[in-house]
C-alpha cells in the first residue's frame, strides 16, 4: 500500500491496527504531539507493515475518537475526520492540525502532559520545551519578554558603535524603545539583556577551540588555541570572528595575470554560520553555549535548539525553507545593524559562497544537522585534501615549479649536490614549500602551520638540508637558503 498517495502531502503520520479503547493514550498523545508540533495524521485500520487490516464499525469508532479528543486534550484541537475503502475495508484518517493556542496537553491517567512530534515519536516535552510552547501559545518569544535587570544599570557602547559604523548617524535615545531593547517601565527586554555591554544573561557565551587532529581527543596536545567570551552577542561575533581569521589559513596560487587566493573556510560562510548560531539559538536551554570547533579538516559550529517548527534540518531542501525566527527581536536588531537579511536566506548564503571557491570540490558542500536539542553546521576544509593527498615528490618537479613562480629568492648556485633524483615525503614537500614561500620562516612557525610537533619539523628540515634543498644561514634570526642543484 502506497501511505504517501493516501495521506498526500502530510509527511508526519502515525499508524493504528485499531481503536485503542481501554488505552486510549496510545494514540491520544499523537494527537498532542501532532497538535504541538507540525500537524500530522493517525491512521487507523492498518498494521505496522502497511498491511490493511480495516475496521469492523468505522462509524462508532469516528464517535468514540471524537469523544475522546473531547475529553482528554486542552485545548480540544482543530481536526478533520475521513473514511477511506481499500479492498473492500474501511480505514478511518484522522487529520490533526498544527494548533495556534500550543500547548495542547492530553489529561488523563492523573497526569496532564504535553507531547511533541520528534521524528516519528510522540515524546513528553520537557520543562523547557514546555515554555517555548507556553510562548508560542501567546505569540510571544522569549527575546521580547521583560527581563529583571534596569536599563539604567546597564551601557550599550558596543551597540551604538555599530549603529554609526553601518548607517553613518548616531543611536538616539528614543531607539532604544523603537529597537524594543527596554519596555515601557524601564526594564530590559531579554533582547536588551542580550545586546548590552556586559550581558547579565549567563547562557549568553561562545567557546572556540582549534583541536588537534580530527577529534577532539588529539593526543598529547588536545587543542592548540581556545577562548570564552562573554559580554553583548555583538562583541561574541567579533570574537568569534577574530578567533576563525586567527585559526585558519589561506593557501594561493600565481596565474598568468593574478594571484588566485584558496582560503580553507569562506569567511562569508564561517560569518553566516557564526551570526545564525547567535541569533537563532535557544536561550531558554541553560547551561549550554554557541561552540565553535576547527578540526584540521572542518569546522562545526553548534548552537542549542533545534529547528524552531520541530523538523529536521538534514530531510529538507535548503532552498525552499521558510524562514521562522525562534528571536525576532534579536534577528531584527542585527538586521538594522547590518548583521543578517530579514529574508532568512543565511543557509542557502553559506552554501552559494563555497560553490563558487576556486578550489570547491562537490565533497565539500557544507553540512546542516539538527535534532530535538541542538544545530550544527559543518564547514568542510577547502584545502584539507589538497594537503595530504601526496606521498611523496620528486625533486625535479619542485624544481620546476620553483622557476615557474616569482618567490623573490636567490639561490645558491655553488652547492655540490649529489643525488637530485631523491624523493621527498609529504612533510618534508610541504615544509619546503613553506620556506620557499617566506626563507625567514621558523622552525616554531612551521610547526603551528603544519599541525606537526617541533622534533618532527627539526627532523625533516634536517632531512631536507641533508638532502641538500635547504642550508640554514644564521641560527635564531637567521634564514634558509635555498639550494639549486
Known amino acids: 500500500m502506497d501511505i504517501e498517495n493516501l495521506i498526500g502531502e502530510v509527511t508526519t503520520y502515525d499508524k493504528k491496527q485499531a481503536v485503542e479503547k481501554r488505552k486510549v493514550k496510545s494514540w491520544l498523545k499523537s494527537v498532542s504531539a501532532f497538535a504541538n508540533t507540525l500537524g500530522g495524521i493517525l491512521i487507523f485500520g492498518i498494521d505496522d507493515e502497511d498491511q490493511v487490516i480495516g475496521l469492523e464499525n468505522v462509524k462508532k469508532d469516528s464517535e468514540f475518537i471524537s469523544q475522546k479528543i473531547k475529553e482528554r486534550i486542552d485545548p480540544i484541537p482543530q481536526t478533520?475526520?475521513?473514511?477511506?475503502?481499500?479492498?473492500?475495508?474501511?480505514?478511518?484518517?484522522?487529520?490533526?492540525?498544527?494548533?495556534?493556542?500550543?500547548?495542547?496537553?492530553?489529561?488523563?491517567?492523573?497526569?496532564?502532559?504535553?507531547?511533541?512530534?520528534?521524528?516519528?515519536?510522540?515524546?513528553?516535552?520537557?520543562?523547557?520545551?514546555?515554555?517555548?510552547?507556553?510562548?508560542?501559545?501567546?505569540?510571544?518569544?522569549?527575546?521580547?519578554?521583560?527581563?529583571?535587570?534596569?536599563?539604567?544599570?546597564?551601557?550599550?557602547?558596543?551597540?551604538?558603535?555599530?549603529?554609526?559604523?553601518?548607517?553613518?548617524?548616531?543611536?538616539?535615545?528614543?531607539?532604544?524603545?523603537?529597537?524594543?531593547?527596554?519596555?515601557?517601565?524601564?526594564?530590559?527586554?531579554?533582547?536588551?539583556?542580550?545586546?548590552?555591554?556586559?550581558?547579565?544573561?549567563?547562557?549568553?557565551?561562545?567557546?572556540?577551540?582549534?583541536?588537534?587532529?580530527?577529534?577532539?581527543?588529539?593526543g598529547i596536545i588536545d587543542a592548540f588555541d581556545s577562548d570564552e567570551y562573554h559580554g553583548s552577542i555583538i562583541s561574541l561575533l567579533r570574537d568569534g570572528e577574530d578567533f576563525i581569521k586567527r585559526n585558519t589559513k589561506t593557501m594561493w596560487k600565481k596565474s598568468p595575470f593574478s594571484r588566485i587566493e584558496m582560503p580553507e573556510y569562506v569567511y562569508q560562510s564561517t560569518s553566516e554560520a557564526l551570526v545564525n548560531a547567535l541569533i537563532h539559538r535557544d536561550y531558554m536551554t541553560i547551561g549550554s553555549e554557541v561552540h565553535v570547533d576547527i578540526f584540521d579538516d572542518r569546522m562545526e559550529i553548534y548552537s542549542p535548539g533545534g529547528m524552531l517548527n520541530g523538523s529536521s534540518i538534514q530531510d529538507l531542501d535548503i532552498r525552499y525553507i521558510a524562514s521562522k525566527r525562534r528571536n525576532p527581536v534579536l534577528a531584527d536588531i542585527f538586521n538594522r545593524l547590518g548583521f543578517m537579511e530579514r529574508q532568512g536566506s543565511g543557509l542557502s548564503k553559506i552554501i552559494h559562497e563555497y560553490e563558487h571557491q576556486k578550489n570547491f570540490k562537490e565533497e565539500k558542500r557544507p553540512v546542516f544537522y539538527s535534532d530535538r536539542t541542538q544545530f550544527r553546521v559543518i564547514l568542510p576544509n577547502l584545502n584539507y585534501q589538497d594537503m595530504i593527498q601526496y606521498e611523496e615528490y620528486h625533486y625535479p618537479d619542485i624544481d620546476t615549479k620553483i622557476h615557474e613562480h616569482d618567490f623573490g629568492i636567490k639561490f645558491d648556485t655553488n652547492c655540490d649536490t649529489n643525488d637530485t633524483n631523491q624523493h621527498l615525503t609529504q612533510n618534508e614537500y610541504h615544509i619546503l614549500k613553506l620556506i620557499i614561500e617566506n626563507p625567514h620562516i621558523t622552525q616554531k612557525q612551521l610547526a603551528d602551520i603544519t599541525c606537526l610537533s617541533i622534533a618532527t619539523v627539526k627532523r625533516n628540515t634536517k632531512a631536507l638540508a641533508d638532502k641538500g634543498y635547504i642550508?640554514?644561514?644564521?641560527?635564531?634570526?637567521?634564514?634558509?637558503?635555498?639550494?639549486?642543484?
Open 80 to 218: 478533520n475526520m475521513h473514511i477511506k475503502q481499500i479492498n473492500d475495508k474501511n480505514i478511518l484518517l484522522l487529520e490533526v492540525f498544527k494548533g495556534e493556542e500550543t500547548p495542547y496537553y492530553y489529561a488523563g491517567d492523573n497526569v496532564m502532559e504535553a507531547y511533541l512530534r520528534i521524528d516519528n515519536e510522540s515524546v513528553v516535552a520537557n520543562a523547557t520545551e514546555l515554555k517555548r510552547l507556553v510562548l508560542r501559545g501567546k505569540n510571544s518569544s522569549f527575546d521580547s519578554l521583560s527581563s529583571v535587570y534596569r536599563f539604567d544599570d546597564f551601557a550599550f557602547s558596543k551597540l551604538k558603535e555599530r549603529f554609526k559604523q553601518w548607517t553613518q548617524k548616531s543611536f538616539e535615545d528614543k531607539m532604544f524603545y523603537s529597537f524594543h531593547i527596554v519596555d515601557a517601565n524601564g526594564y530590559l527586554t531579554n533582547a536588551g539583556a542580550i545586546i548590552a555591554d556586559e550581558s547579565p544573561i549567563y547562557q549568553n557565551r561562545l567557546f572556540c577551540t582549534r583541536w588537534n587532529g580530527l577529534t577532539k581527543a588529539g
Open 471 to 485: 642550508k640554514r644561514i644564521g641560527s635564531t634570526k637567521g634564514y634558509w637558503l635555498i639550494l639549486e642543484s
